[in-house]
């Protein structure tokens, strides 16, 4: 079975360009989330979808970003323009079910190395 | 919100060497808790993980932690490490409500053969 998948594994660009990040979740898996590590922090919670919906998106630092999942398949994540503090690795992860009820472990992609010059 | 604190942020041990990773976290509610580990070149990957009943667990490759409620604490062991140890751990909480993951900066070691 294919893992969570990531692209570009890396992305260098400069400040005030777009970028766009994708993940495709693992096959069948509802649930697919956002995170962020930026150099010598941890790890940040940004968004989680539920198929198609937003869940949660209060970790989404401020409107550059735009994350989307049109159909609930595959996500991308927009950067929109890109400042200096956005650089970092951009994770995906997914896990089974819906919603809340439960918890079923999260199954993280390799990350995106975003560096913005 | 919820924080998790982890300290001694590089470790260099040798092989057979004792481990202990701490983890503290702030959160007065039920949390699940969590251990991932980050290997040179892969995906953060689940080592352990603590939902309820026996606060001692036991995760893969002869790892274990111990949930202390009374401490807020979820330390990391193995008694004997190995050079395939060498990876980043990283502390991770979870609130009942919703499924966001709060990690600490992660534990950098170093195993020397």
């Known amino acids: 079975e294919a893992g969570v998948t990531q692209f570009p594994s890396h992305s260098v660009i400069e400040k005030g360009q777009t970028v766009t990040l994708r993940c495709d979740p693992i096959s069948g898996h509802d649930n697919l989330y956002w995170y962020r590590r930026v150099m010598g922090k941890e790890i940040k919670f940004l968004l989680h979808?539920?198929?198609?919906?937003?869940?949660?998106e209060s970790g989404m630092p401020n409107n550059r970003f735009l994350a989307e999942r049109t159909g609930g398949t595959y996500s991308t994540l927009k950067v929109q323009p890109a400042e200096l503090e956005d650089s970092g690795v951009y994770f995906c992860?997914?896990?089974?079910?819906?919603?809340?009820?439960?918890?079923?472990?999260?199954?993280f992609g390799p990350g995106t190395r975003l560096t913005v010059l | 919100a919820q924080s998790v604190s982890q300290h001694n942020h590089h470790v260099i041990l040798s092989e057979a060497a004792s481990l202990e990773l701490g983890c503290n976290y702030s959160y007065g509610g039920t949390v699940n808790l969590f251990w991932y580990v980050q290997y040179p070149g892969q995906h953060l990957q689940l080592l352990l993980k603590y939902f309820s009943g026996d606060p001692l667990v036991k995760g893969i490759k002869g790892f274990e932690a111990e949930f202390i409620k009374s401490k807020f604490s979820f330390n990391l062991r193995k008694p004997s490490v190995q050079w395939s140890d060498t990876a980043e751990y990283f502390c991770?909480?979870?609130?009942?409500?919703?499924?966001?993951?709060?990690f600490g900066k992660g534990n950098q070691v170093v195993v020397i053969p």
């Open positions: 991770a909480v979870k609130s009942r409500g919703n499924n966001r993951l709060a």
């Open positions: 979808f539920v198929k198609e919906s937003k869940q949660d």
């Open positions: 992860a997914s896990s089974q079910g819906s919603g809340t009820s439960g918890y079923n472990e999260q199954f």
